[in-house]
């Protein structure tokens, strides 16, 4: 299986390079030459097995002859069983006909988890083999930090520094991140934003000499692997509820766009989807792109879901891609412009072949909360506001065809304060992270100052 970049400009690669690099060259996102194809037998022959064992089945499509099958079904099964259910991904009704897939019983209480942790013994899996060690650095608002962390910590041959903008996540965030007392993890506090962490990670990787140096790597949501690892939910989920022989329609909280797209990605290879649904908060540029038609940057507004206040879904890039059948020329000039002008609007036929599938829904803060209360209300479930965003973009969108799936991204613990205010009751970290509070913390704080960060990363790296 061989990987193009989305802009043209760059070889095409296979998995593993694809995996390391991240961004192609030409500043494009790498999409697979080919959909793989399941058949039909081959979907049914998923129901009831072991998560992992369809994860192996679904990645090693991506993967071919790149990783040795049962390598990677060991690392699926090691890496799910960090998870503290036996279904990995349950489902949990809440309508007659639709239902949460629980994404967030990985070990930081987060969807991120699900890829996250693949992607980290995929790294030292293929690091080992190619006697090398990588340096994350990762900027994070909130949720990759810790799923980061969690996955890496005490990798013998990826070192990772996550910096987090002091004072703005919520404690139980921080924690996830700086309780891990491994030695190749380090935390940093930057006295500033969360802009201010990932413009210096721009620089970090734009500085040649440090990328070298310390062989800098990324794990943002346009690696593929991530997108792989995340159409593994879609597949499960759709065959519990009766497909391929029923059709499901998904309803998918976005920012990055990276889960919505794992479901075009499922699509794609075969699993009969009607619908999805892209559910934003009021940072709705994706929703705005998939109702009329134009995507076009605001200003980031600050909400109770943060990982989606994003304006520019990276990820959105490779349906695009995809839309205007996977011509680079366009693809490049659209998105060189995005970059200048913050704007496309999108060509009427590519328009058209993206509502083939995807519907887009902003939602504002008030029906967020109030969309805690009402599941709270009618099915006792207590939902993070994340997940509330999608299911009250859900309720807005009325009757889907078939069974609809509401991708359910994090644990309400991991948000007390607003989901207590929204509902009147605190929601518990599940046992196992219940001592989180217990455990002492370890992070360096510095200044939102790049060369002071990048003489800690090689610092660090070094060590
Ligand atoms: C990252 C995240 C999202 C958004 O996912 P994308 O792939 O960026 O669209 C939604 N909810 C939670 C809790 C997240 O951490």
């Not at 440090?210 to 159409?231: E, H, Y």
């Not at 600050?302 to 011509?327: C, G, K, W």
Request: proline share 6%; aromatic share 8%; with cysteine.
């Amino acid at each position: 299986m061989r990987y193009v970049s989305t802009r043209g400009q760059a070889p095409s690669v296979g998995f593993v390079d694809a995996v390391l690099a991240g961004l192609a060259p030409d500043g494009g996102l790498y999409v697979p030459e080919a959909w793989p194809q399941f058949s039909r037998a081959q979907i049914a022959g998923f129901a009831g097995r072991p998560y992992h064992e369809v994860a192996a089945a679904v990645i090693g499509a991506f993967a071919g002859d790149e990783i040795a099958p049962a390598v990677l079904l060991e690392m699926c099964e090691e890496a799910y069983a960090t998870f503290n259910h036996p279904a990995v991904v349950p489902l949990v009704q809440i309508a007659p006909d639709a239902f949460l897939a629980e994404l967030f019983h990985g070990p930081s209480l987060a969807f991120k988890d699900v890829a996250m942790q693949i992607l980290a013994r995929l790294y030292d899996h293929v690091l080992a083999a190619q006697k090398r060690t990588q340096t994350i650095l990762c900027a994070t608002s909130g949720d990759t930090g810790g799923a980061a962390v969690e996955a890496f910590r005490g990798r013998k041959n990826v070192k990772v520094v996550a910096l987090f903008p002091e004072g703005r996540i919520s404690e139980v965030q921080r924690r996830f991140m700086t309780t891990a007392a491994d030695p190749n993890v380090a935390c940093v506090a930057v006295q500033g934003t969360f802009d201010d962490c990932q413009a210096i990670v721009k620089q970090a990787f734009q500085d040649q000499s440090l990328r070298q140096a310390v062989d800098l790597s990324g794990v943002n949501s346009i690696n593929f692997a991530r997108i792989a690892a995340q159409a593994v939910y879609y597949f499960t989920s759709a065959v519990a509820l009766g497909a391929p022989e029923r059709t499901v329609s998904f309803c998918v909280p976005s920012g990055n766009f990276g889960d919505a797209f794992a479901g075009y990605v499922a699509s794609r290879m075969g699993l009969p989807i009607a619908r999805i649904v892209v559910a934003t908060n009021s940072n709705d540029i994706l929703a705005h792109a998939f109702e009329d038609g134009r995507y076009a940057r605001g200003s980031v507004t600050p909400t109770i879901s943060p990982a989606m206040d994003i304006q520019s879904a990276s990820n959105f890039e490779r349906l695009y891609f995809e839309a205007v059948h996977r011509d680079p020329v366009e693809t490049a000039r659209a998105f060189a412009a995005f970059a200048e002008v913050g704007v496309i609007d999108i060509p009427p036929q590519a328009f058209a072949a993206m509502r083939a599938l995807f519907r887009g829904v902003g939602i504002g803060e008030d029906e967020t909360l109030r969309a805690i209360v009402a599941t709270l209300n009618e099915t006792g479930e207590l939902i993070d506001p994340h997940t509330a965003v999608a299911v009250a973009a859900l309720r807005r969108v009325g009757d889907l065809e078939g069974p609809v799936v509401v991708l359910s991204t994090a644990h309400a613990a991991k948000f007390p304060e607003d989901v207590a205010r929204a509902s009147g009751v605190t929601p518990e970290l599940p046992r196992g992270a219940a001592n989180l509070a217990a455990l002492a913390e370890r992070f360096d704080r510095l200044p939102a100052e790049p060369e002071t960060i990048k003489a800690y990363v090689r610092a660090f790296a070094e060590a």
